[in-house]
């Protein structure tokens, strides 16, 4: 007993296997994926602390003063410390709406490929498992939207909801609304993935004895199946995380996303879009696209190493 117990204290943990994890091995080697990972979580620890780190709360109208609209940043000459990156046209601090706004980007992205995720994982299992005409439905279903692009199919879903509701209830539903529309527009790649792996998965050993011990097929697909399938899912999740942020970004600047008194990334570089051709465009336009184009530059190179890392073939 005290000699089990003593190789029980001396089992690493958690961490320490982690450490020493081809995956953490990976990581650690690659100085790009170092600085991506570093990179992201600098910027989402700034969205989701915003009501502490940022200098303003740009949703408080109370609080603006268009006596303070179109200031230039700090280190101008007639710069403001105050608005260390500059103020917008309605006096709202740039700094501070780019927080708040990579907060609402990053939850609309995050809530899509979760939703994304779950129909499209759902409808891969059941067309894989199933087989038959049901299979040929789902994807025959998947085929037809992957010949249109993601924002088309996010600009018909997010318009066909839109006309379906109320006019006074379509700014209050326009954060859901627009996360519907891009898991509507990316599901198709989770359900086409983890019908490849179903279909592999299917016809192998344990699944042929579980399903010859009587084991129900909803447990076989859900317990069995589908841990098999999740390497190709998590990467695909993390790619698409940043298309959907993009997506989100593109419906905004053009008036389709989340409305004015929600400012996300999107609609902040559609505000400043009507600077462009004057100098304000310099902190207005130019510092909202950056942080856009920085975060989503940064998720696809995790997403790109995490796909490598995974590929038992790259080992």
Same mark, same amino acid.
């Given at each position: 007993m005290a000699s089990e117990a003593a190789g029980q204290g001396r089992r690493p943990g958690v961490l320490r296997r982690l450490a020493d994890s081809d995956l953490f091995w990976s990581f650690r080697r690659s100085p790009v994926t170092v600085a991506a990972a570093a990179v992201t979580l600098l910027l989402v620890l700034g969205a989701v602390l915003a009501p502490v780190v940022a200098p303003h709360n740009p949703y408080d109208l109370a609080s603006l003063n268009l006596l303070d609209a179109r200031n230039p940043p700090a280190w101008d000459e007639s710069g403001d410390w105050s608005f260390p990156l500059g103020t917008d046209d309605q006096g709202r601090d740039v700094l501070s709406s780019i927080l708040y706004g990579m907060r609402l980007s990053l939850f609309v992205g995050g809530a899509s490929v979760l939703l994304a995720l779950a129909l499209g994982v759902g409808l891969g299992l059941l067309a894989g498992y199933a087989g038959g005409w049901v299979d040929m439905l789902i994807m025959r279903i998947a085929d037809v939207q992957l010949s249109f692009p993601a924002i088309l199919v996010a600009l018909l879903v997010d318009g066909v909801a839109r006309s379906l509701l109320p006019h006074e209830r379509q700014g209050d539903t326009a954060l859901y609304v627009v996360t519907l529309a891009?898991?509507?527009?990316?599901?198709? /790649?989770?359900?086409?993935?983890?019908?490849?792996?179903?279909?592999?998965?299917?016809?192998?050993?344990?699944? /042929?004895?579980?399903?010859?011990?009587?084991?129900?097929?909803?447990?076989?697909?859900?317990?069995?199946?589908?841990?098999?399938?999740?390497?190709?899912? *998590?990467?695909?999740?993390?790619?698409?995380?940043? &298309?959907?942020?993009?997506?989100?970004?593109?419906?905004?600047?053009?008036?389709?996303?989340?409305?004015?008194? /929600?400012?996300?990334?999107?609609? *902040?570089?559609?505000?400043?879009?009507?600077?462009?051709?004057?100098?304000?465009?310099?902190?207005?336009?130019?510092?909202?696209?950056?942080?856009?184009?920085?975060?989503? &530059?940064?998720?696809? *190179?995790?997403?790109?190493?995490?796909?490598?890392?995974?590929?038992?073939?790259l080992r």
């Open positions: 891009i898991a509507s527009s990316i599901w198709v /790649q989770f359900a086409r993935t983890v019908r490849g792996s179903t279909l592999v998965e299917r016809s192998k050993e344990y699944v /042929q004895a579980a399903r010859i011990i009587g084991v129900h097929p909803v447990a076989i697909a859900w317990r069995h199946v589908l841990p098999n399938a999740l390497g190709p899912v *998590l990467v695909i999740a993390t790619i698409n995380l940043a &298309l959907a942020i993009l997506t989100e970004a593109s419906l905004s600047f053009l008036g389709l996303g989340l409305p004015a008194t /929600q400012p996300s990334l999107g609609t *902040l570089i559609r505000i400043g879009d009507g600077f462009i051709f004057s100098g304000e465009w310099r902190w207005i336009l130019l510092y909202p696209a950056i942080a856009l184009a920085g975060l989503t &530059l940064a998720i696809n *190179l995790l997403g790109d190493w995490l796909r490598d890392a995974l590929n038992p073939k």
